[in-house]
């Protein structure tokens, strides 16, 4: 690892890979250079955690190898435009900007030697369980993925997957968190519908999540095998289940997944 780290941008993705980081031991506080013009953001990043904040990007570009693009996709032209005479072919970039492709940053830089990674987080990251996938361009080695993936599992789990394959990840694990978080709903409004109070079939309803999800994780079991396993003839929860396969649950969450896929390629074309 190189000895200092840099972030363009100092949101709550910007934040949960820093405190993964820390709190991992990978880099010292003092040695992360965060660039976010809002003073307030700024001060509360620089206070909260002790790294060093900056208004302007030239100190992390000027004393950072590794410099993650932490922005919106909006005003990342922006970012781009202003960094391309800062940048060098010693940088590491890494994107986390949702959407774009890695020839929008070799075309905002004006070159084609730049080593660049794209990644796709999702918001777990928040609580460091977040799900990655990563992607370089033709200029990055073996060497530089690994060290983006070995910064991105102290936030959760991290995959190297081809830039192509990005779009499914999209889908999948980057819009993700909004299907379970819509189910969670569902599950609680179906406690209150049976008569429990609202917390308790909140408790009951995020725990069960919970709980399934680990062991799911745990056993290294089979879905089908584990339904299996609480599905006795005759019982309550083959009668759920007959509702859900007859209204085509999986269908369902297969084809909002497909339809995610398909609007981040037309994203990705716009």
């Known amino acids: 690892m190189d000895s200092q780290i840099g972030f363009i941008g100092g949101g709550q993705m910007a934040e949960a890979l820093i405190r993964g980081i820390i709190e991992s031991g990978l880099y010292k506080a003092d040695a992360i250079f965060v660039t976010e013009p809002n003073r307030k953001r700024r001060d509360f990043m620089t206070d909260t955690y002790g790294v060093q904040g900056f208004a302007d990007s030239t100190p992390v570009w000027d004393s950072c190898e590794t410099v993650f693009l932490a922005v919106k996709p909006q005003i990342m032209g922006a970012v781009l435009a202003s960094s391309k005479e800062l940048v060098s072919t010693e940088h590491l970039i890494i994107t986390i900007a949702a959407g774009l492709p890695i020839s929008f940053y070799e075309k905002g830089l004006e070159r084609d030697d730049c080593k660049i990674i794209r ?118 929860t083959i009668a759920a289940q007959h509702v859900l396969e007859r209204s085509g649950f999986k269908g369902i969450v297969m084809d909002a997944v497909e339809a995610a896929v398909n609007r981040s390629k037309e994203l990705g074309k716009i």
Do not use: W
Request: aromatic content about 2%; charged content about 20%.
């Open 119 to 236: 990644v796709m987080p999702n918001t777990p990251a928040l609580v460091l369980e977040g799900a990655s996938a990563l992607s370089g361009n033709s200029n990055t080695s073996k060497d530089d993925l690994l060290r983006c993936e070995e910064i991105l599992n102290k936030i959760g789990k991290a995959v190297i997957l081809d830039e192509s394959a990005l779009d499914a990840v999209t889908g999948l694990s980057g819009s993700g968190p909004a299907y379970v978080f819509t189910f969670a709903d569902a599950m609680i409004d179906a406690g209150i519908k049976a008569g429990l109070p609202r917390p308790t079939a909140e408790t009951l309803a995020l725990q069960t999540i919970l709980g399934s999800v680990k062991l799911l994780m745990e056993s290294k079991k089979h879905p089908a095998e584990l339904r299996a396993m609480v599905t006795s003839p005759g019982g309550t």
